[in-house]
């Protein structure tokens, strides 16, 4: 569920306080027509009774007009109360959703596999690679044998596809398995699986059970339905006190449309930080917001909404990572960026993976987070994410990574 704040009831409006000196105004006439009345009804026997007659002529209009007052202060007084009530119902609502908001999630492990780096594929190599602006997008034969700008990860020839998907899954998992070998064996693992590619479902399983029986994971995993940081979101409203691990395995190899496409293999494990103190976080990744739209408005609210989660203030934001939009959202992007005070050049902190590596499908968010992981792990400081997912009615995310020890 998206906690959003801009939706909680304004504060209750106070009601008017009574303006006594009106009220005093209306005493002068309301004596007068108490005299005027008693000198007109009261006869000769009030001539010889002064104090029934004071009484009469003043005392009643007066007590009446008491009444009155009392019971419009009584009114102002409940009405207060009601407001008051109210304010503080909503400032104990607002006081759980903030809290609910800055909810956020330990990185135990990240890793990734893209085609930068050739035939290394080594996290380090890739994370320095990715900060230094390199990129591996360029045109050449794809796997279906035609040419296309495209970036893909580096296999032998005659490498079958199987054992290639394979060999990038086992690594990705094994760097996973070290942080898990910390763990109990019968520590509950929630395993999310997202995929795209144009091999058939028996080369896909094929692969993930070789690869997943050779990673020695000790934990029995359950998967998850879902797509991308929505689950995430998801977790943190849900699942927060949970003693299950949260693992995010995402491939996108072979795609179906290769032009301007990335292959990407990544894995990321989270914790919750209120069950779980056996590892040490790499960073945190504080809740995501979602975008509903392509454009400005939402976009510029999300941006600033996921800064305030943390809080951060724009200064400290060390790297930007930008990821799965397409060129009018690049626009959008860089527009949202320089408004709230963030780098939007490259030149500036600003990473575009996109134009490093290409559309990674539905690893797309996950790249980005498990890139801004390993920027922090390098003593980069915190990083803002802007990534392109597949949820529906949701057109982007903005998150935020921050290093462990802040």
């Not at 739209?293 to 996921?306: F, H, K, Y």
Request: proline share 5%; with cysteine; charged share 20%.
């Amino acid at each position: 569920m998206v906690v959003r704040l801009d939706r909680v009831p304004p504060l209750a409006q106070r009601p008017e306080p009574p303006r006594w000196w009106r009220w005093l105004l209306v005493l002068v006439p309301c004596v007068g027509a108490g005299l005027g009345t008693t000198l007109w009804l009261g006869g000769d026997s009030l001539n010889h009774q002064p104090v029934r007659f004071w009484l009469l002529a003043l005392g009643l209009p007066t007590l009446v007009f008491a009444g009155l007052a009392g019971l419009r202060a009584l009114v102002y007084l409940g009405e207060e109360a009601v407001a008051d009530g109210w304010d503080r119902s909503r400032e104990a609502h607002l006081t759980q959703l903030m809290r609910q908001g800055r909810r956020s999630q330990q990185v135990l492990a990240a890793s990734l596999r893209t085609a930068l780096h050739g035939t290394d594929n080594a996290d380090e190599a890739q994370g320095s690679a990715v900060l230094v602006g390199a990129g591996a997008l360029r045109q050449q034969a794809s796997w279906q044998e035609q040419s296309a700008h495209h970036s893909r990860i580096a296999r032998a020839d005659d490498e079958p596809a199987v054992r290639a998907l394979g060999r990038q899954l086992s690594a990705v998992l094994e760097d996973v398995a070290t942080a898990l070998q910390k763990l109990p064996g019968d520590r509950p693992l929630a395993l999310l699986v997202e995929t795209h590619s144009a091999l058939g479902d028996d080369v896909w399983a094929a692969a993930w059970e070789q690869a997943w029986q050779a990673s020695g994971i000790r934990q029995e995993a359950v998967r998850l339905g879902g797509t991308g940081l929505a689950v995430v979101d998801q977790w943190l409203d849900q699942r927060i006190r949970d003693q299950a691990l949260l693992l995010v395995v995402a491939c996108q190899f072979q795609p179906e449309s290769v032009e301007g496409s990335a292959e990407a293999v990544v894995a990321v494990l989270f914790g919750n930080r209120l069950t779980q103190s056996t590892v040490r976080p790499l960073a945190y990744l504080h809740r995501p917001e979602p975008v509903d739209e392509a454009a400005a408005e939402p976009l510029n609210r999300a941006l600033c909404q996921a800064l305030d989660w943390v809080p951060l203030a724009a200064p400290e934001v060390a790297g930007v990572w930008k990821a799965g939009s397409d060129a009018a959202g690049d626009q959008l992007i860089v527009q949202a960026l320089g408004e709230a005070g963030l780098a939007a050049k490259p030149a500036a902190g600003l990473h575009d993976l996109d134009g490093a590596l290409g559309f990674a499908g539905c690893a797309t968010p996950w790249l980005a987070v498990a890139a801004a992981v390993g920027a922090v792990e390098a003593g980069e400081g915190p990083q803002v994410i802007c990534s392109g997912d597949g949820t529906e009615g949701v057109w982007s995310w903005c998150s935020v990574v921050m290093p462990s020890e802040v």
